[in-house]
């Protein structure tokens, strides 16, 4: 049974494939068979060119000139004005002073959500895998425990936690147990930006533990009969052997946290209803899709300049990526 | 049908030239084989006549027709693999069917077509079977199954027995050489394994560099090397090589010496060499003989017994040049033994220290075929 | 095989045997800490998800989804809750008539007649297990949940297949073929791994606009298929298929179409399947494009119907969860059946 329905399967592929080689082969023999690889290029460098490099070249376009209308020709050039606008502060560590204090505040929130959360998540990720990384039972059980968030969506995630955090929630169930007053934990300032980090490295610290396993996997075995034959102990042996050794997965590990860390948006929206309270939890994408379709008044000018600079800062961070990423290939 | 033409074949890679001026026809039937050592062009040549490769200049013919500009698929040629190139996700029988769907056969001469080859390969047991599912020497045959269901003009091999044991490989040489026999079609055959030029071909081409060095049935080859380099591709120890000198030129023809007093008479064309002239002069292990007299003084370093012959190393006494001896049955010279040894008649070869050509011979008349490019 | 396993020495079985230091007791405080810490949120949400609407808001919550069970008494109109009342040291179940402060009056369903009146603090109410199923039928049935669910499917499907075929072609390509140019395409479409959608996501959308694609599913779809990952994880695998092969298929007088998809396709079956599965993640729990381009209710994916739910009925949390339940199920019955397939793709490619 089964074999026939393969079978039949088999045969309608091959039936829908022989009707679409017709004009492919057709194409093929008009164009010559050394110019088939442009063919085969052709869907994905368009695909690429409309909604990659276009979009590139556009967001330089709107960042340079002001108004509202969505089309690049009809807006007005204003030069530098947007970037001016955006950077334009008497004191960039108090936001309520800049022209533009939202973006200030969204920068600043940025920043302190990407030092907290890249070292805690490299930590709690770090930590995870050298325990997963020791020869145990259960290693495959609670790799892939820690790694079930990573493939939830971010709407869910921020749903579920902040159901946890309500005012009814079961941590306050918990705190009730333990005789602590019951919080508000996401219309409190600092509780918010806590959970915030929390909900981030919870989602996120399964995806860095795994490629920091890998990278422990990596380091040959006789490496650590050697230096238990030289009696080493076993604090010496991580910081004489293990950590050395990764530290090359430890420093992408880094970039690419920090470079997602930026970016964050989904999650926190949800979690904080918007970057909420006040304005506590809002981020700099968060800024930017404000700025563009927050409201009616779509602000792309100034959008586009926040966006360009924030490229401009992933783009350093990426290249460091990739300057790393080839130094660990050439070890 | 399945003649084969280059003319003054070019091809280089960017800047690096792989072949120079290739010019070389096939007749149809022959076993043809290209051998010589890697790097020297034999398979870029061999992917050149499939197609594979395009020509930086020169042309090329299969049965008449110029190909130059035609697909594989449009030559009629078949091709054996290194790596047999089996599509591993296919049974045995749709990797034979494969070819023939693409060219619209009809289904029941796609089945016996199979059948037919599956038969004769002896592979009919396997045909439902996956690629990974069979053994080397079963893949090989798979392989060649592959080609001769297309029925080519010309089937080229690409060092297809490489992958194989060597118990596997002898055997897989006598099956392509009775499946040659049995359907008389061109094959081109490349290997760097001379053993498998000697007993296979009607025909090698031995290369090297990008360039054709000699061409001619194996045993002319064999006993005609036209330059130092093909003497010392074929035979195996290969042929030993001593500086020598002409000692003089009498009624009977030149005289060689070899050191030591040893003057030995040989054949080469007396009007092409002089007295005194340097030469160096080959000799194949198996072509000396130990002489009582007049032979030359050869010290024994160790010996090697195979049981039915035995391979005695050693140097010459005076110029200590390594010296390799070969004798029928059982011989255990102890290390230092001093031995007289002597060539053959007639089995001495005379090369030219500068050009490395072998010195004409007096009995030119069977140099026939042993000339560059035929 | 996992039953035979005696425990203690399961929980014994470390490094070194027969001696459990405080480093083994730690790693394991540390593993069972992070599971519970994993689960405790999922779990939790799971469990509220099939309350009933009045028990959800109940505080302190019960952790099993249950209901007060309730009885129609003759007299009385509505049903009334049960309770288990003591009364002379005996133990008894009375439905509750009406509580005026501390006092409860309580009849015993068997005999209607009387009721009596107890202490209400000394009560309480016989509930059961209950599945609040409507949770889940009601958003189905009266609101947009199908739609989004069909939505959801269609775009996930949709731009998987094509982001496969899409990116399988260019792979080849760049595989399998040298010809002017194909350096600096590879390097072109890698760099594209450097630029995020946040940065253009304004542009994007102007071009969507352009193209007359907003509010429509297309519209996320397309911009997302060519995908620098895919090119690049396909590319890797194709470069491991020997040329031979595919110099066997030319000879073999298939065209480069067929040798394409006849020989590479399914060759590179198992990196086709990496990605695969990565992008019906992508897809499936894709937030920020779909929020940008879709703004009528009845092209919403589910993610984004999930997050405009939660703004409107920001009290009706048994809705809300069951939804997101129900949003998180495919995803984790996938994961629970190619979890070694996932894990170990992800930390061979560095991709998510």
């Not at chain 2, 037919?116 to 990974?132: G, N, Q, S, T, V």
Request: aromatic share 10%.
């Amino acid at each position: 049974m089964a074999i026939k329905a393969s079978a039949v399967l088999e045969r309608l592929v091959e039936g829908v494939m022989s009707l679409v080689e017709i004009p492919i082969n057709a194409l093929e023999r008009l164009m010559g068979r050394k110019r088939v690889p442009y063919l085969f290029l052709a869907p994905n460098l368009v695909l690429f060119g409309i909604f990659t490099f276009l979009p590139i070249a556009i967001s330089v376009g709107y960042a340079v000139t002001g108004g509202t209308n969505l089309f690049v020709t009809d807006r007005p050039f204003v030069g530098l004005d947007n970037f001016r606008q955006l950077l334009s502060c008497q004191d960039y560590s108090r936001p309520g002073t800049c022209q533009e204090s939202l973006f200030w505040t969204a920068i600043w929130n940025t920043f302190w959500f990407v030092g907290f959360n890249v070292v805690a998540t490299l930590l709690v990720a770090l930590v995870t895998a050298l325990i997963l990384n020791r020869a145990m039972v259960g290693r495959g059980f609670f790799r892939a425990m820690f790694f079930y968030p990573v493939l939830l969506s971010p709407v869910v995630i921020g749903l579920i936690w902040k159901w946890f955090l309500d005012r009814n929630g079961l941590l306050n169930a918990f705190f009730e147990m333990m005789g602590v007053p019951p919080h508000v934990f996401l219309l409190e300032v600092g509780w918010a930006r806590f959970f915030v980090v929390l909900v981030s490295v919870w989602f996120h610290m399964g995806f860095y533990t795994l490629i920091l396993l890998a990278g422990l996997q990596a380091i040959p075995k006789d490496l650590y009969e050697a230096a238990a034959i030289d009696a080493a102990s076993r604090r010496r042996t991580l910081f004489a052997i293990t950590l050395p050794l990764l530290g090359p997965n430890l420093l992408v590990v880094l970039i690419l946290l920090m470079i997602r860390s930026v970016q964050i948006f989904d999650e926190a929206w949800v979690l904080t209803n918007g970057g909420g309270p006040g304005t506590a939890n809002s981020f700099i994408v968060q800024y930017i899709y404000q700025m563009a379709f927050g409201s009616d008044l779509r602000l792309l000018g100034l959008a586009s300049a926040a966006s360009v600079l924030m490229g401009v800062v992933l783009l350093a961070l990426t290249l460091v990526q990739l300057r790393l990423a080839r130094k660990t290939e050439e070890i | 049908m399945g003649e084969l033409k280059l003319s003054s074949l070019n091809k280089a890679f960017g800047a690096v030239h792989v072949l120079h001026d290739i010019d070389l026809s096939v007749k149809d039937g022959e076993f043809v084989v290209f051998v010589g050592p890697s790097g020297c062009g034999k398979s870029t040549l061999l992917r050149i006549i499939a197609g594979l490769e395009d020509v930086t200049s020169g042309r090329i013919e299969i049965g008449g027709r110029d190909v130059g500009q035609l697909s594989p698929a449009e030559r009629k040629i078949a091709m054996v693999f290194q790596s047999y190139a089996l599509y591993p996700h296919m049974s045995v029988r749709k990797n034979l069917a494969f070819g023939l769907e693409n060219l619209k056969f009809k289904r029941s001469e796609i089945d016996a077509r199979i059948a037919e080859a599956a038969r004769m390969l002896a592979i009919e047991p396997y045909l439902d079977r996956k690629p990974r599912q069979l053994s080397g020497g079963q893949r090989q045959r798979v392989a060649i199954g592959r080609a001769i269901v297309r029925e080519p003009d010309i089937f080229l091999f690409d060092e297809p027995l490489s992958n194989l044991d060597a118990a596997l490989r002898v055997q897989t040489r006598a099956e392509i050489t009775r499946l040659h026999q049995q359907i008389k079609t061109t094959m081109i055959y490349v290997t760097h394994d001379q053993v498998e030029a000697m007993t296979m071909a009607d025909k090698i081409v031995i290369l090297r560099a990008g360039r054709v060095e000699q061409v001619g049935s194996p045993l002319e080859l064999f006993d005609y090397p036209r330059n130092l380099f093909v003497a010392g591709f074929l035979g195996s120890p290969r042929m030993n090589i001593v500086r020598a000198s002409i000692a003089g030129i009498g009624p009977e023809g030149a005289s060689i010496d070899l050191g030591h007093g040893a003057v030995l008479p040989c054949d080469v064309d007396p009007a092409a060499v002089r007295p005194g002239q340097r030469v160096l002069a080959g000799i194949r292990p198996a072509h000396f003989q130990r002489v009582e007299e007049g032979g030359v003084p050869f010290v024994v370093q160790y010996y090697e017994s195979l049981g039915t012959e035995t391979y005695v190393y050693g140097a010459l006494a005076e110029t200590q040049e390594p010296i390799i001896v070969h004798e029928t049955g059982h011989f255990a010279p102890p290390s230092g033994t001093r031995l007289a040894i002597a060539p053959m008649p007639g089995r001495l070869h005379v090369f030219d220290p500068d050009s490395e050509l072998a010195i004409a011979r007096r009995d030119a008349g069977q140099r026939r075929g042993a000339v560059h490019g035929n | 095989m996992a039953g035979t396993i005696n425990p203690v020495a399961f929980l014994g079985r470390t490094r070194r045997r027969g001696r459990i230091d405080i480093t083994d007791i730690l790693s394991w405080l540390w593993l069972i800490g992070g599971t519970i810490a994993v689960l405790v949120p999922v779990v939790w949400a799971g469990l509220s998800s099939m309350k009933p609407e009045a028990e959800i808001t109940r505080f302190p919550p019960s952790l099993l989804p249950r209901t007060t069970q309730q009885v129609v008494v003759p007299g009385y109109d509505r049903p009334l809750g049960l309770w288990t009342v003591t009364i002379d040291g005996e133990s008894r179940e009375m439905a509750m008539v009406r509580r005026i402060g501390i006092k409860a009056q309580m009849v015993d369903p068997e005999n209607p007649a009387a009721p009596v009146s107890v202490d209400a603090r000394t009560i309480s109410p016989v509930q059961k297990l209950t599945i609040a199923t409507e949770n889940y039928s009601d958003p189905l049935e009266r609101f947009n949940f199908l739609t989004y669910l069909k939505n959801s499917v269609f775009v996930t499907v949709v731009a998987t297949i094509l982001t496969l075929i899409v990116n399988a072609m260019a792979a080849f390509a760049l595989s399998k073929y040298r010809f002017r140019g194909d350096k600096a395409v590879f390097v072109l479409i890698i760099s594209t791994l450097m630029i995020p959608l946040t940065v253009v996501m304004v542009p994007a959308y102007m071009v969507i606009v352009g193209v007359g694609l907003v509010d429509n599913l297309w519209g996320v779809i397309i911009p997302t298929v060519a995908s620098p990952t895919g090119v690049f994880l396909l590319r890797q695998y194709m470069l491991t298929i020997p040329d031979e092969l595919i110099e066997a298929a030319r000879v073999d007088a298939a065209s480069e179409f067929r040798i394409f998809w006849r020989i590479v396709l399914p060759l590179t079956a198992p990196a086709l399947a990496v990605l695969a599965i990565f992008s019906v993640l992508w897809r499936w729990n894709d937030f920020l494009w779909p929020l940008i381009v879709l703004s009528s209710r009845e092209n919403f994916t589910l993610q984004i119907g999930l997050n405009a739910f939660q703004g409107e009925f920001s009290v009706q949390w048994h809705y809300i969860l069951a939804m997101t339940f129900l949003s998180l199920l495919p995803v984790t019955v996938v994961f629970l059946f190619l979890q070694k397939y996932i894990t170990t793709g992800i930390a061979g490619t560095g991709m998510k």
